[in-house]
C-alpha cells in the first residue's frame, strides 16, 4: 500500500518533513518515503490510500501505563498519590477478576488506537490478560509483570508463584513479532532488596526487559533516605538492577549524581506529566534530563490518575509543564516533545525499528486531519501536532502494515463489545 498526505513527518536523524509526501508500505514494513510523484511513479498500479491534506506521523508510544486502570477512570479523583494508592486503588484491585481486566486491557487500547497511539509499555498484574489483550488489538508493546513484597497478592500467594507465573507467560510469548515481557517491581516503597536482586536475576534468565516506578516524589526520596540510607537511584544501583534494558517512570525528584547513574547505566527516562501534576507528584527535570545525555520519553501513566490515554495530549502538557517548571518559555520546544512520544519512546520499549518513518523501520504511523478550523493554517506541522491536535483529529492508526483504525471504524476490535464491557468495569469499580 501507498499512502499519500499533505505531509510526511518522518522523525528521521534530521527530522525531516515531506510535503506532498508518500509512505509505501511493504508488508510490515516502510519501504519508501518521498516526493508522492516519484514514489508512484515508481510503483505504478500499487494500490493507494490518498489521505489529503494531513500529516502522517510515526506512532506514538506511550512509555509508562498501567491499561487496566481504564476501569478507575474517574471513580478516586483529587488526591495525593499515597493516600490515592492505599485508600482508592489498592483496595479495589484485591477484587479483581482477570476476565475484567481483559475487559479494562481492551477499553484502554480503543482509546490508544483511536488518538494515534501504536505502541505502550505497560506494568501491571496478571498480564496473561493484557497480552491478549493486546494481541487482538493489534498494538505492539512491552508488558510488564508488576512485583511488590507483599505475599499473597493478586499475582500469586507467594514469590515462587509470581515468578511461575512470569516464566509461563516469557515461554508462551516468546517470539511475538509485536509484544515483550518486563519485569516491573512497582517501587523501592513496594519491595526491598532481595526482591528487587531477585526480580533482575528473573527479567535476565527469561530474557524480559526491566521497568520501574522511580523517584515520583520528594517523600519517596525521603523515605528512601531514612529507610535505606540512600536516594532511590543510588540504592537501586547499589543493588546492580539498573541496567541498559532498564526504563525507570517518573524520575520527577532527581538529582545531578542521579543523572550521572542513568547516563551511566544507559538507563531511559519515563516522563508522565498529566499524572504528575494531578497527584501533584511535581515535573521531571526534562532539560537537564537530556543535558545529562538521558532519553526521555513520555506516558500517560495509568488512566485512574491521568485519566487520558491520549499521547498527543500528553505531548502538549509536556511541552507546556516544561515552559512552566523551568520559567524558560524556550525548554520542551515541539519538536523536543515529538522526540520523547516517538524516538526516545522507542528507546523506552527498547525497539530500534520504532519512533520513524525510515525504509527498514516497522511500519507503525498515524495520520491527523488538518482540514479542521483548529488545525489551519499549517505554518509548521509538528507545531500543530504538539500545541493545536487534542488527538481526535487521528483518521487512520497503522500497526505493522496493518490498519487499526481509519476514518471513525475500529478495524481490529469490536467497539460495541469493548463499550458493553466498560459498562460491567462501571459496577466493579463501585
Not at 510535503?19 to 508488508?27: F, H, S
Not at 486502570?69 to 490515592?84: E, V
Not at 509485536?178 to 519485569?183: H, I, P
Not at 526480580?199 to 535476565?204: E, F, K, V
Amino acid at each position: 500500500m501507498i499512502y499519500t498526505a499533505g505531509w510526511i513527518v518522518t522523525q528521521d536523524a534530521a527530522r525531516s518533513v515531506v510535503e506532498n509526501g508518500a509512505l509505501r508500505v511493504e508488508g510490515a514494513l516502510v519501504s519508501e518515503v518521498g516526493p508522492a510523484a516519484e514514489v508512484l511513479a515508481r510503483h505504478p498500479g500499487e494500490p493507494v490510500r490518498e489521505l489529503g491534506e494531513a500529516a502522517i506521523l510515526p506512532g506514538l508510544v506511550d512509555a509508562h501505563t498501567h491499561v487496566p486502570m481504564s476501569a478507575m477512570r474517574g471513580a478516586a479523583d483529587d488526591k495525593a498519590l499515597f493516600a490515592w494508592l492505599n485508600e482508592d486503588v489498592f483496595p479495589r484491585e484485591a477484587r479483581w477478576e482477570p476476565r475484567l481486566l481483559r475487559a479494562a486491557a481492551r477499553l484502554s487500547f480503543a482509546e490508544m488506537v483511536r488518538t494515534g497511539c501504536t505502541a505502550f509499555y505497560d506494568m501491571y498484574m496478571l498480564q496473561e490478560n493484557v497480552f491478549a489483550a493486546a494481541d487482538e488489538a493489534g498494538l505492539r508493546g512491552v508488558v510488564g509483570e508488576n512485583v511488590v513484597r507483599f505475599f499473597p497478592q493478586l499475582g500469586g500467594a507467594t514469590r515462587d508463584a509470581l515468578f511461575g507465573r512470569i516464566r509461563d507467560n516469557a515461554a508462551a510469548w516468546r517470539g511475538h513479532p509485536r509484544l515483550r515481557g518486563a519485569v516491573a517491581p512497582h517501587a523501592v516503597y513496594t519491595t526491598d532488596p532481595d526482591t528487587l536482586r531477585a526480580c533482575r536475576d528473573l527479567a535476565d534468565e527469561v530474557g524480559w526487559q526491566f521497568g520501574m516506578h522511580m523517584s515520583e516524589t520528594r517523600k519517596e526520596t525521603a523515605d528512601c533516605l531514612a529507610e535505606r540510607g540512600a536516594r532511590p537511584i543510588p540504592y537501586c544501583d547499589s543493588l546492580g538492577i539498573l541496567r541498559g534494558d532498564t526504563s525507570l517512570f517518573h524520575c520527577v525528584d532527581v538529582d545531578d549524581a542521579d543523572l550521572a547513574i542513568l547516563r551511566e547505566r544507559g538507563c531511559v527516562a519515563v516522563h508522565n506529566p498529566a499524572s504528575n501534576m494531578k497527584l501533584a507528584s511535581g515535573a521531571a527535570p526534562v532539560e537537564r534530563l537530556l543535558g545529562a545525555g538521558v532519553p526521555v520519553a513520555l506516558g500517560t501513566d495509568g488512566p485512574a490518575s491521568n485519566n487520558a490515554q491520549d499521547m498527543v495530549r500528553e505531548m502538549w502538557l509536556a511541552a507546556l509543564l516544561g515552559k512552566l517548571a523551568s520559567g524558560d518559555p524556550t525548554a520542551v520546544c515541539a519538536q523536543t516533545a515529538l522526540d520523547m512520544a516517538t524516538r526516545h519512546g522507542a528507546s523506552a520499549i527498547h525497539d530500534p525499528l520504532a519512533g520513524s518513518l525510515e525504509p527498514g523501520k516497522h511500519a507503525d504511523f498515524f495520520a491527523l486531519d488538518l482540514r479542521g478550523p483548529g488545525m489551519q493554517p499549517v505554518h509548521n506541522v509538528v507545531s500543530n501536532a504538539v500545541y493545536a491536535a487534542t488527538g481526535l483529529e487521528n483518521r487512520l492508526t497503522v500497526v505493522d502494515g496493518r490498519e487499526l483504525y481509519r476514518d471513525g471504524e475500529w478495524l481490529s476490535l469490536d467497539i460495541g463489545e469493548v463499550l458493553a464491557g466498560a459498562r460491567e468495569l462501571r459496577e466493579w469499580a463501585r
